[in-house]
């Protein structure tokens, strides 16, 4: 089960973002039926690249910190 604050490691890429397959970040929002998540992408120094509503199947669970 994904939540809030887990990180999560892309299963594909997402070229329209310039996201590649294994890139990892946290999960900010879940949404109530649990097949769609808020995910935030960001740089090194901490700037936003993307903000992305994924599904379950963009995703797996690399650290359940939530």
Same mark, same amino acid.
Request: aromatic residues 4%.
């Given at each position: 089960? +994904?939540? #809030? *604050?887990? +990180? =999560?490691?892309?299963?594909?890429? +997402? @070229? #329209?973002? !310039? *996201?590649?397959?294994?890139? @990892?970040?946290?999960?900010?929002?879940?949404?109530?039926? !649990? @097949?769609? %998540? $808020?995910? $935030? %992408?960001?740089?090194?120094? !901490?700037?936003?690249?993307? &903000? &992305?509503? &994924? #599904?379950?199947?963009? *995703?797996? =669970?690399?650290?359940? &910190? !939530?």
């Amino acid at each position: 089960m +994904i939540k #809030e *604050l887990d +990180i =999560v490691t892309l299963t594909h890429d +997402i @070229q #329209e973002h !310039g *996201l590649k397959k294994g890139s @990892q970040r946290a999960v900010v929002h879940c949404y109530a039926d !649990g @097949q769609a %998540f $808020e995910v $935030e %992408f960001v740089n090194d120094s !901490g700037k936003t690249l993307a &903000l &992305l509503t &994924l #599904e379950k199947a963009d *995703l797996h =669970v690399t650290s359940d &910190l !939530g």
